[in-house]
C-alpha cells in the first residue's frame, strides 16, 4: 500500500480511525474525513506522530449525492491523484420503530448510509478502473442480516449496501477494481456507548460472547483493500463474533 492513496470515510472517530490507523500503518496515504474538524485534525496528528502519512478532508455526508461529489473532489485535490483505496464506513444510525421515525431521520439515514458510498464509488471507481486497480471495501453491519428491533431503516441500508457490494463487483472487478465488504457486529465505540448494557447484551448472544474492539474490525478492513485480497471479489466478510453464524 505504500503507493496508494486511501479515502476513509467516518474516520475521525471509532471504527473509522482504526481504519484509518490500519491504512496508514500499511503505508497508505490515509485521507482522513469526517464532520469534525478538530477531532479529524487531532486523528491526522497521531497518524503523523506515528510516521504514517495522512490529510484531513471535512465533509459531511448527510448531504448525500452533493456532498459525496464534492468529497471527491476535494480528495482528488488533496492527495495530487485519484484515490486507490475507498472505505464506505460513514454511517448514522436512529432507533426507533416504524412508526415514530422522524422524516428527517429517515433522510438523513439514507442520505449518508447509501446515497454518499453510491455517488462516492460513481466519482471514484472510474479513475481506479482507468489505472487497472483499486479496492473499495464497504462497513456493513449485520443489521443487514438480522431483523433487529428499531433498526429497520439502519438496516435496510446496510443489506442495500451489501448487494451493492455485489453488484459493483461484477462492474468494476472486470477492470482491476475489488469491492467487498465487512458486516460487522456490536463494537465498542464511542457512538456505540448510547446503547449500554444493550450492546453487551446483543454481543452476548454470539459465540464470542463479547463486543468487539475497532482494531478488530479494522484488521478485517486492511486486508480486503490490501494484496493479500487479490482474488477476493464481492465477498461480505462477517466480523460480528458469529453472531450471524449461529
Not at 476535494?74 to 464506513?89: F, I, K, P
Not at 422522524?102 to 439514507?110: M, S
Not at 433498526?151 to 457490494?165: E, I, Q
Request: hydrophobic share 50%; proline share 4%; with cysteine.
Amino acid at each position: 500500500m505504500t503507493e496508494s492513496t486511501a479515502l476513509v470515510t467516518g474516520s475521525t472517530s471509532g471504527i473509522g480511525t482504526a481504519i484509518a490507523t490500519a491504512l496508514a500503518r500499511r503505508g497508505a496515504h490515509v485521507l482522513v474525513c469526517g464532520r469534525d474538524t478538530a477531532r479529524g485534525e487531532r486523528v491526522v496528528d497521531d497518524l503523523r506522530a506515528a510516521g504514517g502519512r495522512a490529510d484531513f478532508v471535512r465533509a459531511d455526508l448527510g448531504g448525500g449525492a452533493a456532498a459525496a461529489k464534492d468529497l471527491a473532489a476535494r480528495a482528488r485535490e488533496v492527495a495530487g491523484r485519484h484515490v486507490d483505496v475507498l472505505v464506505n464506513n460513514a454511517a448514522i444510525g436512529i432507533i426507533a420503530p416504524t412508526a415514530e421515525m422522524p422524516e428527517d431521520g429517515f433522510d438523513a439515514t439514507i442520505a449518508t448510509n447509501l446515497a454518499a458510498p453510491y455517488f462516492l464509488v460513481g466519482a471514484l471507481a472510474p479513475a481506479m478502473a482507468e489505472a487497472g486497480r483499486g479496492a473499495i471495501v464497504n462497513v456493513a453491519s449485520m443489521a443487514g442480516q438480522l431483523a433487529l428491533p428499531g433498526m429497520s431503516v439502519y438496516g435496510a441500508t446496510k443489506a442495500a449496501l451489501l448487494f451493492l457490494t455485489k453488484s459493483w463487483a461484477a462492474e468494476y472487478g472486470p477492470r482491476g477494481v475489488r469491492v467487498n465488504a465487512v458486516t460487522v457486529g456490536p463494537t465498542r465505540t464511542p457512538g456505540s456507548a448510547e446503547l449500554g448494557d444493550a450492546l453487551d447484551a446483543l454481543a452476548a448472544r454470539a459465540p464470542a460472547g463479547r463486543v468487539a474492539d475497532p482494531a478488530e474490525i479494522a484488521s478485517a478492513v486492511a486486508f480486503l483493500a490490501g494484496d493479500a485480497a487479490s482474488f477476493v471479489h464481492g465477498a461480505a466478510l462477517s466480523v460480528d463474533g458469529g453472531r450471524t453464524a449461529v
